[in-house]
C-alpha cells in the first residue's frame, strides 16, 4: 500500500474511496494535487475541522501538494449535509472577512516555505459568480438525474424527516461537483477528501470529471468523530473550541485536550498529533495523565507555538497547585469602577467569560465550586471589593478545571 495511504488509515483517518487500488498506484508514480473545500460560515473554524486539516499536513508531509477551497460561493448557498434546516444567508462582506481569518487559521497548521508543496488557496467564487445559468444546466446540469440525486443522504433526510429544502440547496451538491472538475482543469487535482457525509457530493465529482473529460479522479473521506462522551466533536458545554485565539485562549485550548476523556487520548494522539505510530504505540501503557499532558502540548503547539504550549502548561501547574495567582493564566480586564458600583459573585463570573448563564453559576455556587483566591465562595450574594485584589488580580475558579486572573483597571 502506498506510504500516504497506509499512514491515512494507521492514524484512523480512512472511512471510504471510490478507487483505493488506483488511487495507491498514482500516488506512488507522481506527487498530485488533492483537495478539502472549508465553508465560510463563521469567522474561525473549529476542532471539528482538525481533523480535515491533519489531512492537509500528511499530503504535505508525503510531498504532495494541497489546495484549500474557500468556499466564498457555496458558503452562499450553503451545504444541506447534516443540516435540519436552511442556514441563515450571510452577507457578502462577512462571507469575505470569514474567507480572509480562516485563511490565516490554516496558515499556521500548513507549510509555506516548500514551493513545491506550498497550499493553493482558491475561492470558488471566482469561478461560480460568473456562471451562465442556461449553459451551466446544459454543459454540467445534463450529467445528474433528480432520481440519482433524491437517494444521497443530504437530500434524503432532510425529506424523509419532511423538512424543507430549498431548491438553492438542492443545487448545492452540482456545485460542488462542479468545483471539483474546475480544480481538475485548473490545477490538475485528482483527489478530493472530505468528512463521511460529504461522500455523495465527492462521488458526484468524480462522476462527473469522468463524464466531462474522462480523467480519473479519486474521493477519499474521512469518520465523523465524536467523543466516547458521545458529544461532537469541537462542540462542549462552555461552547465550541474555536482555533482563532480572538475566540478561544491557548490556555483554554491547551486545557481542552488535557481534559480529554481516558478513552479518547491514545486516539486522539494518533489522530491530532504528527508522532510516530511506532512510538504511541511503545508510550500507550505509561500514566494516562502524562499522555494527556503530551496530547495537549502538542496540539497546542500546532496551533498557538511551542511558548503557548509550555505556559499553557506552567498555568495548569501554577492553578492546581493553589499556591499562587498563576503568572501564566488567561486574565481579563475589568474597569475598577465595576467593583466600586458593587458586583456580585455572579457578576464577576459573568464578566470573566467563564460561564454565561446565571443559573448554571448559581448551581456552581451551592456545590462550592466557585472559588476566589481559592477560598470557596458559598453565597451568590458574595461582594467583590478590592481588598480581594492581591497585586491588581485576584483569580477566580470554578470547579478544578476553569481558572482566569481578573485585573483590575
Known amino acids: 500500500m502506498n506510504k500516504f495511504l497506509k499512514e491515512f488509515k494507521d492514524r484512523g483517518f480512512f472511512y471510504q474511496c471510490t478507487s483505493e487500488d488506483e488511487l495507491s498506484k498514482q500516488l506512488d508514480q507522481e506527487k498530485i494535487k488533492g483537495y478539502i473545500g472549508f465553508d465560510c460560515t463563521a469567522e474561525s473554524l473549529h476542532v471539528g475541522s482538525l481533523l480535515q486539516i491533519m489531512c492537509l499536513r500528511l499530503l504535505q508531509k508525503n510531498g504532495h501538494r494541497p489546495i484549500v477551497l474557500l468556499g466564498g460561493g457555496t458558503t452562499r448557498i450553503g451545504d444541506p449535509s447534516g443540516k435540519d434546516k436552511t442556514r441563515k444567508i450571510l452577507s457578502e462582506d462577512e462571507i469575505e472577512k470569514n474567507i ?93 477528501i472530505g ?104 496540539t497546542t503547539e500546532m496551533l498557538h507555538g511551542k511558548e503557548a504550549a509550555k505556559n499553557s502548561e506552567q498555568a495548569a501547574k501554577e492553578a492546581f497547585s493553589g499556591n499562587t495567582l498563576g503568572s501564566n493564566l488567561p486574565k481579563v480586564n475589568i474597569q475598577s469602577n465595576k467593583i466600586e458600583e458593587k458586583i456580585n459573585i455572579v457578576d464577576l463570573v459573568l464578566l470573566s467569560k467563564l460561564e454565561n448563564s446565571k443559573s448554571e453559576i448559581r448551581r456552581l455556587i451551592k456545590g462550592n465550586a466557585v472559588k476566589i483566591n481559592d477560598d470557596v465562595i458559598s453565597d451568590e450574594k458574595f461582594e467583590i471589593n478590592k481588598n480581594l485584589f492581591k497585586d491588581n488580580y485576584l483569580k477566580l475558579s470554578l470547579g478544578k478545571k476553569r481558572h482566569i486572573k481578573i485585573e483590575l483597571n
Open 195 to 298: 468528512g463521511s457525509d460529504q461522500w455523495g457530493n465527492i462521488v458526484n465529482g468524480v462522476e462527473l470529471i469522468k463524464r466531462y473529460s474522462n480523467n480519473q479522479t479519486f474521493g477519499l473521506t474521512t469518520p465523523l468523530i465524536t467523543l466516547a462522551t458521545g458529544a461532537k466533536m469541537g462542540k462542549t458545554e462552555s461552547g465550541a473550541i474555536w482555533l482563532d485565539e480572538k475566540y478561544l485562549s491557548a490556555y483554554d485550548y491547551w486545557q481542552f485536550w488535557r481534559n480529554i476523556d481516558d478513552r479518547d487520548v491514545i486516539k486522539f494522539l494518533k489522530m491530532f498529533t504528527e508522532i510516530e505510530i511506532k512510538e504511541i504505540e511503545t508510550i500507550k501503557d505509561k500514566n494516562i495523565n502524562e499522555l494527556k499532558i503530551l496530547l495537549a502540548n502538542k
Open 100 to 192: 480572509k481569518n480562516i485563511k490565516n487559521i490554516l496558515k499556521k497548521f500548513l507549510d509555506n516555505d516548500d514551493l513545491n508543496t506550498k497550499p493553493i488557496f482558491v475561492n470558488n467564487y471566482t469561478w461560480l459568480k460568473d456562471l451562465n445559468y442556461i449553459s451551466f444546466l446544459r454543459d454540467i446540469g445534463k450529467h445528474f438525474t433528480i432520481n440519482r440525486m433524491l437517494t444521497f443522504d443530504s437530500v434524503k433526510l432532510r425529506l424523509d424527516r419532511e423538512q424543507s429544502l430549498s431548491y438553492m440547496e438542492f443545487n448545492y451538491m452540482i456545485l460542488q461537483a462542479y468545483d471539483f472538475l474546475e480544480l481538475n482543469k485548473k490545477e490538475n487535482c485528482v483527489l478530493q
